[in-house]
């Protein structure tokens, strides 16, 4: 393997908070061990343009408490094809860029992976996005940042659920991973969660719904994952409560994009700080084709296609203990 002299970093995808932490982790594990770094903006699009800056120690000072990714994160159409991925390769190479640590998830690693099986270009991964659907790692960069967002603002929620003696149905992000909807849910003492691995059916949630009244409930709040399949959307399970269950003061509200925003928490910064040191070492043990993950407080590698192939499970004693709380 070539030795490394430089390296790229770069974001893609959603941005989650957390990925500047990762960007400044990188940066200054190359200066710690005396290499080059560029910072690619723009994802593989900017990879495509040649939109490069050398970065060095002092270019990332004041950016671990900031959100968002100053290196900015786009989808590009262009990488998708063998000529863009070969024009990203030519402007690496005219940048002597030797290596490259890729910060996303899903569609940046499978990227990544074409990308190092076509031009033998090292790479490795950090998994940033706030679904924490990727496998490999217990955390995905953003996670936890995500959840202390949601459940801050459920709190303020059901203060006003309470005052009014209403139902609230909360739209949390987690199109394909119910992870964001079942810990908040906990976390904020929901009565329902409905998640994308648990189909609680529409007659469940109204049997269980009138149980909740029954019992001397006055308001619920209901936590729903954008990937819940029981309705098309959370508008239509409020139509549908507001038909069957006429007693109910019926509300919705969608979280949004304000999961993905904001200060990242002190164990994102961490987890960050961690898992940029792991990626620059890694690369220059002569790695590569791996994702830095979180497993049992350890810092671990695991190849990018189980983290692309693989299918995140659920925690259904989680399931047990909502279940359980909700009585």
């Not at 030795?3 to 790229?8: E, L, Q, S, T």
């Not at 209403?166 to 739209?171: A, G, K, Q, T, V």
């Not at 040191?277 to 497993?295: F, P, T």
Request: hydrophobic residues 40%.
């Amino acid at each position: 393997m070539t030795k490394i002299n430089k390296i790229g970093v770069f974001t893609s995808g959603g941005d989650s908070p957390g990925m500047n932490a990762a960007i400044r982790a990188v940066v200054r594990t190359c200066a710690y061990h005396g290499i080059g770094c560029v910072g690619i903006y723009r994802g593989y699009q900017g990879m495509i343009e040649g939109d490069f800056e050398e970065l060095n120690a002092r270019s990332v000072r004041g950016i671990i408490n900031k959100g968002g990714t100053f290196l900015k994160s786009a989808r590009s159409q262009d990488f998708r094809t063998a000529e863009g991925r070969a024009q990203a390769h030519e402007n690496l190479k005219k940048a002597n860029i030797d290596a490259l640590v890729a910060i996303g998830g899903d569609g940046t690693f499978t990227g990544a992976m074409i990308f190092n099986k076509e031009h033998k270009f090292p790479v490795i991964g950090i998994p940033g996005t706030i679904d924490n659907d990727i496998v490999g790692t217990t955390h995905t960069l953003g996670y936890d940042t995500a959840l202390n967002t949601a459940v801050e603002v459920l709190d303020k929620i059901r203060d006003t659920a309470s005052s009014h003696d209403r139902l609230f149905f909360i739209e949390v992000m987690g199109r394909d991973a119910g992870h964001i909807a079942l810990n908040v849910g906990i976390g904020a003492g929901a009565e329902e969660i409905l998640i994308p691995e648990e189909n609680l059916g529409l007659d469940r949630l109204i049997e269980s719904l009138d149980r909740s009244k029954k019992s001397g409930k006055s308001s619920s709040i209901v936590i729903v994952s954008e990937g819940d399949n029981i309705g098309k959307n959370v508008f239509e399970l409020k139509d549908y409560v507001d038909q069957n269950l006429p007693g109910y003061d019926v509300r919705v509200s969608v979280l949004g994009h304000m999961q993905r925003g904001g200060s990242p928490s002190c164990f994102d910064r961490v987890l960050a700080s961690r898992m940029g040191v792991k990626a620059v070492e890694s690369l220059l043990d002569g790695k590569s084709d791996l994702m830095v993950g979180l497993v049992n407080d350890k810092i671990v590698l695991n190849p990018l296609e189980r983290a692309i192939k693989g299918q995140t499970k659920i925690n259904k004693n989680l399931i047990r203990v909502s279940d359980i709380m909700s009585v």
